[in-house]
């Protein structure tokens, strides 16, 4: 049975799905999250409270602080993960080769099922987005 290859080239605004086929990629979907392109300043309406109590650091943030960007880089990692994770279980995904940069990277592993993280096959550590479905191919080891 022939095996069934994703290539999936992301950052924490942009992602885009190719099939891989006979070393061929076509692009099946592009997934946008359009706020993380938003200014941090757009996407916050207030910040934490203070601790005015007196007690020891008074004017301490009273939750840490998270940015905004990496807030929405977060869920937009999530959303991957999930349309990802659904692809599998439902046998669209037999292998599945990532390139993503760097800081996406991370938070796309950490919101990986395990199981499809067992079928990453290999990384690209690089925002290759902006790439034509040519060059693309090119970043990773031949004979996927």
Same mark, same amino acid.
């Given at each position: 049975?022939?095996?069934?290859?994703?290539?999936?080239?992301?950052?924490?605004?942009?992602?885009?799905?190719?099939?891989?086929?006979?070393?061929?990629?076509? &692009?099946? #979907?592009? *997934?946008?999250? @359009?706020? %993380?392109?938003?200014?941090?300043?757009? +996407?916050?309406?207030?910040?934490? =409270?203070?601790?005015?109590?007196?007690?020891?650091?008074?004017?301490?943030?009273?939750?840490?602080?998270?940015?905004?960007?990496?807030?929405?880089?977060?869920?937009?990692?999530?959303?991957?993960?999930?349309?990802?994770?659904?692809?599998?279980?439902?046998? &669209?995904? #037999?292998? *599945?080769?990532? @390139?993503? %940069?760097?800081?996406?990277?991370?938070? +796309?592993?950490?919101?990986?099922? =395990?199981?499809?993280?067992?079928?990453?096959?290999?990384?690209?550590?690089?925002?290759?987005?902006?790439?034509?479905?040519?060059?693309?191919?090119?970043?990773?080891?031949?004979?996927?």
């Amino acid at each position: 049975m022939k095996k069934k290859s994703w290539v999936v080239v992301a950052n924490s605004a942009q992602a885009r799905l190719f099939k891989l086929d006979n070393l061929a990629l076509s &692009e099946m #979907d592009s *997934l946008v999250h @359009a706020e %993380s392109r938003m200014h941090g300043i757009d +996407l916050t309406t207030d910040k934490p =409270g203070k601790n005015r109590e007196g007690i020891g650091f008074g004017n301490a943030p009273l939750e840490k602080q998270l940015s905004p960007k990496k807030h929405e880089a977060i869920i937009f990692a999530k959303q991957l993960a999930a349309h990802l994770d659904h692809a599998r279980s439902s046998g &669209e995904i #037999d292998k *599945l080769f990532v @390139a993503a %940069s760097p800081s996406f990277l991370g938070l +796309l592993r950490q919101e990986m099922n =395990g199981l499809t993280a067992n079928l990453v096959a290999a990384e690209v550590d690089k925002d290759i987005t902006h790439l034509k479905t040519n060059e693309i191919i090119k970043h990773f080891p031949i004979g996927l």
